[in-house]
């Protein structure tokens, strides 16, 4: 079946980097475009960045846009979200997902299931 499996979580001061992983398995990642998400306390879970099958195109949410990036390493099954210039304000738990598409603003429709998460925490 389905899992996608995040890590790379933690806490981190204000101004400090995280760099998430996402291992999936049971589907054909190298066919698949893949996008993080984002889930604070009390909040909707928003999209936060999406990236091609190929990697060649990749998209941002503008709060994140010129701090975080994502790429993907096709032959083991993995994306990665590298978190730079971190705020209070994206404490989060980040969840990857397969996605229908990656828009300019982000990614678009969620398909099937969700990992664990990833618990991000910025704070001093």
């Known amino acids: 079946q389905v899992q996608l499996v995040e890590s790379g979580g933690g806490l981190v001061q204000p101004g400090g980097s995280l760099r998430l992983s996402c291992t999936a398995s049971g589907f054909t990642f190298r066919f698949a475009t893949m996008g993080w998400f984002r889930q604070a306390p009390g909040k909707e879970r928003e999209g936060v960045s999406c990236?091609?099958?190929?990697?060649?195109?990749?998209n941002y949410a503008d709060s994140v846009k010129g701090r975080f990036t994502i790429s993907r390493d096709n032959a083991n099954n993995t994306v990665y979200l590298q978190m730079n210039s971190l705020k209070p304000e994206d404490t989060a738990v980040y969840y990857c997902?397969?996605?229908?598409?990656?828009?300019?603003?982000?990614?678009?429709?969620?398909?099937?299931?969700w990992g664990q998460g990833a618990q991000v925490t910025v704070s001093s």
């Open positions: 997902a397969r996605i229908f598409r990656c828009i300019a603003s982000g990614p678009d429709r969620q398909l099937g299931s």
């Open positions: 990236i091609s099958t190929g990697g060649s195109n990749a």
